[in-house]
């Protein structure tokens, strides 16, 4: 218990347990342990360490952080007054032990307990000499040290992740543990040694590519080492989870940019090609983000799609097979790496976006096959998240409050689809400039409202929030190729990662249980229908002239500031969700 950060102090029965207790400082963790305990340390860590928790319990030992101490207070008080909870267990099948019986009181109290899964480790309160011999015979038989670090790994992770990185990268975790490093000083470096990798490749030399390529393999051992650390360590905060959870889209997409400017510095120009990737990696993403939120809490979740998936799963080739064609983020870096140091920054994007268009379709295919064959009910919450996901601004509020409600299941992303259609194709077959794209917009504006007045819980409504991605992205994206004013597509693509940050800190708010952003900065920049309309207007006013990439120079950097200061703001405050995202979406 010392080792673990405890003061050890001995009561002879429950009443004395109590005035300890009262007695402990209001702002420290206690813990309660039946002083016949056997078992692993780390069964004792995961049980009484895990921050994310604030009651938890393994056979004969409880915990409470400050918030249960007063749940925990209480259990004991009613335990000393009426006896209620004997001192000595009794021979039941359950966890008889005194911390056993006060988790209970304390979960029948409304303050949940949380009993971590031990696997082989040991924990346990014999009664006999017999139970004792085998408590003590099955902690002899497994080192938990080495459960410790297997279990600092994900259970589910990609096949490059898996047997490239996580064999040694968990030692380099439990080497930084022993020598107090934090995950979050681990996410740090992580991104520092990308965009020392990025400013690698911007050199264009073919020296700075080789040393980019291998910086950005060492930045995503750091990726997996501070989660690997966490996991090892009980280090879990909710800083770090979205440190860990920007820092990696901030990452991939300076290594982009950087790959741009080294190809310009040898006369190609590809920020065409970089703003593309990025605008359908994060398309995957918001797919993947979108599906989940509709699914996940749905009723009848089941699916002949998804009992297929279940039944390959059974077949262990087939699960690698089909986690390495969605292109995840192992081997996404990895084949940028080994790219970038052979090859060119054009050959790079050409296998990005070739890779990442196959998976989409993969991915996006088999979700909708599940979506049309499940006869799911959504939720009030799915229905709110994708709404949310949506990102609609006052434009589409006005619309939707005031405009025709569309009937059918499957009215939402029909009507969704018809306007980012139209918006990219007046983007594409408009002169540049021409205020024709304009009307266009505001057709957009228009029907991307209709499409959002209904709650979504159509089968397939979950296709709204990417198509309203698709949209306003390809547009930013065109008009600028289009524009063939200088610096424009670099304005484009810094405009698009304001944006992009905006909605993966609205995703991940959301996984926290804390709801979107607040509806004034979804206000304040716009929302997607009126940030491409102002894109359009830029375009039209500042037609062919370098005041275009001012224009849109200035408006990212209002959108990021107001994005970056709230999104901090939220972040480090007491009312931030613990976020800890176990699996890497696409």
């Known amino acids: 218990m010392r080792s673990l950060g405890f003061d050890v102090q001995v009561a002879a029965d429950v009443t004395e347990a109590a005035r300890l207790l009262s007695a402990a400082p209001a702002d420290r963790r206690v813990a309660l342990v039946d002083p016949r305990f056997v078992g692993h340390v780390h069964a004792l860590r995961l049980g009484l360490t895990d921050p994310r928790f604030s009651a938890a319990a393994v056979p004969g030992a409880l915990t409470a952080q400050p918030e249960a101490r007063p749940a925990l207070v209480r259990a004991l008080d009613a335990a000393a007054a009426d006896d209620g909870i004997p001192a000595e267990p009794g021979p039941t099948a359950a966890d008889g032990t005194v911390p056993g019986r ?22 346990a309160v014999p009664t006999d000499a017999a139970s004792r011999a085998a408590a003590e015979s099955g902690l002899a038989a497994v080192d938990d040290e080495a459960v410790r670090l297997r279990s600092a790994v994900k259970a589910h992770d990609g096949f490059f992740t898996t047997f490239f990185i996580s064999p040694y990268s968990r030692y380099i975790a439990r080497w930084c543990a022993r020598r ?9 470096a992580s991104l520092l040694t990308a965009l020392i990798a990025a400013g690698s490749a911007a050199t264009g030399t073919r020296g700075g590519f080789v040393a980019a390529g291998v910086l950005l393999l060492l930045s995503f051992v750091l990726d997996c080492t501070d989660g690997q650390l966490a996991r090892y360590s009980l280090q879990y905060s909710t800083l770090g989870a979205w440190l860990d959870a ?11 940019a950087g790959l741009a400017l080294g190809a310009a510095r040898g006369g190609d120009d590809v920020w065409a090609l970089a703003l593309g990737a990025m605008v359908l990696q994060a398309c995957r993403h918001v797919i993947d983000f979108s599906f989940n939120e509709a699914n996940h809490d749905a009723v009848a979740n089941s699916s002949p799609t998804a009992a297929l998936s279940s039944r390959l799963d059974s077949v262990g080739w087939t699960v690698w097979l089909r986690r390495m064609i969605v292109l995840p983020i192992g081997e996404r870096w990895a084949m940028i790496a080994v790219l970038t140091a ?38 009030d919450r799915a229905a709110r998240a994708l709404a949310d996901l949506a990102d609609c601004g006052p434009l589409n ?20 689809l018809l306007a980012g259609a139209l918006m990219i194709a007046s983007a594409l077959s408009q002169p540049f400039g021409s205020w024709h794209t304009i009307l266009a917009a505001v057709v957009y504006a228009m029907f991307s409202g209709m499409a959002v007045s209904r709650p979504l819980k159509g089968a397939l409504d979950w296709l709204v929030p990417p198509i309203f991605r698709a949209a306003e992205y390809c547009t930013v994206l065109i008009l600028a190729a289009r524009s063939d004013v200088p610096g424009a597509l670099p304005a484009a693509f810094g405009l698009v990662s304001a944006v992009a940050y905006h909605h993966y800190d ?8 804390t709801g979107a952003p607040p509806r004034w900065l979804v206000r304040t920049i716009g929302g997607h229908e009126g ?8 375009a039209a006013v500042c037609a062919r002239h370098t005041a275009f990439t001012v224009a849109l120079t200035a408006f990212a950097a209002a959108v990021a500031l107001v994005v970056l200061v709230e999104s901090i703001r939220f972040w480090v405050s007491s009312g931030a969700p613990a976020v800890h995202d176990e699996g890497e979406p696409a």
């Open 180 to 188: 107090g490093l934090t995950p979050n000083q681990v996410t740090t």
């Open 531 to 538: 940030r491409t309309l102002v894109v359009t207007v830029l």
């Open 102 to 123: 006060l988790a209970v009181v304390m979960d029948a109290g409304g303050t949940p307990v949380q009993r971590p899964e031990l696997g082989s480790l040991v924990a």
């Open 246 to 256: 920007t820092f990696d889209r901030a990452k991939e997409y300076a290594y982009y």
């Open 397 to 416: 509020e006005a619309v939707a409050t005031f405009g025709p409600r569309l009937g059918g299941s499957w009215s939402a992303p029909v009507t969704a």
């Open 506 to 513: 609205t995703v991940y708010r959301i996984r926290g249980g």
């Open 342 to 379: 052979v090859t060119t920054p054009r050959i790079v994007f050409y296998a990005l976006l070739v890779g990442c268009s196959f998976a989409a379709c993969y991915t996006t295919a088999g979700r909708l096959l599940r979506s049309l064959t499940r006869k799911a009910e959504r939720t």
